[in-house]
């Protein structure tokens, strides 16, 4: 059986996870900021990597945020 309440640990991991999240997104943020007005390929490239990253970041958020009993669903508008 599970634990209805987050542990100590469940929330620390989010904070983490979240924490990740946000410097993850800044980098995305940063690098658009100094974007050229024509990319290269090495900006194309780049931004592939910082995305994949921030995409991995927030899955692992969300994956946290449900473990610490915080699972929501679909958060669409009907």
């Known amino acids: 059986m599970t634990d209805a309440q987050p542990t100590g640990d469940?929330?620390?991991t989010?904070?983490?996870a979240a924490a990740?999240?946000?410097t993850a997104a800044a980098d995305v943020e940063a690098f658009l900021r100094r974007l050229p007005g024509v990319p290269g390929p090495a900006d194309v490239a780049?931004?592939?990597t910082?995305?994949?990253r921030e995409e991995r970041a927030r899955g692992e958020r969300q994956a946290a945020a449900d473990a610490a009993?915080?699972?929501i669903g679909s958060v669409e508008q009907q």
């Open 14 to 16: 989010l904070r983490a």
């Open 50 to 52: 910082l995305l994949s």
């Open 69 to 71: 009993g915080l699972g």
């Open 20 to 22: 990740a999240h946000t």
């Open 10 to 12: 469940d929330r620390e």
């Open 46 to 48: 780049e931004y592939a």
